[in-house]
């Protein structure tokens, strides 16, 4: 336990910096920062409030770099931010409400299915291809269905939305994760105001990790957008993998 120790801010600013930057290259920063958050001896809810808390940060400095560099355009994804807000409420109201046991079973079902058809498509993501749907109805549907996943469960929501944008919108990966990058950044706000206002973050450690956010955001983000699909890629997979574990060990062990 890290709670007492003259270690803790330290770690807690590292955690962040090291899960922002991956984050910011391809999701699952969330991997690293809630399990060391947990490891200082914090209740889960107050963790899962801080990790939201700190996350925030990170997600708007990656979002800010993308932008910056003309990688996404908020008139294309408004519609998906306004029906994502309205999913991420209506998540984070059943969430209180309904068990997620079935969805932490069947996720990793699903990532798997991602993952198999990410390598066996080594093409994927390289460039932008046809889309399989217009952006009208895809970022109705999933930016509702997505941002109540998030706001319900959470795990693994920027893989589902690089895969989706990659697959069903044609997307190369930097723009995938760019547009992702928004939609987290909105989720996490939206989240953020709820355990806000249930009293559940530490603010003592969220501000230090949010330092290490803000840093490695945007390094994230700069080395996505220098690489494209050549770091991003290998990130997307190692990270889709290490959920898929952590789910089934959750799970079923």
Known sequence: MLEHSHYLFPVLFFAALLGATIDGIAGGGGLITLPVLLFTGLPPQIALGTSKFQATFGTFMAS????????????????GLIFGIA??????????????????????????AMLLYMLFTPTLGHEDRKPRMSEFWFYIIFGFFLGFYDGFFGPATGSLWVFSLTFFLGYQFRSAVAYAKVFNFKSNVVALICFALGNNIDYRMGICMAAGQLIGGRFGAHLAILKGAEIIRPVFIGVTSLTIVALLCKSYL
Request: proline letters at 2%.
């Open 87 to 112: 999913g991420a409420v209506l998540g984070a109201i059943a969430g209180q409400m309904l068990s997620s046991d079935l969805l932490r079973k069947i996720l990793p079902i699903l990532l798997f």
């Open 64 to 79: 800010a770099k993308y932008y910056q560099h003309g990688w996404f355009t908020f008139k294309t994804i408004k519609k």
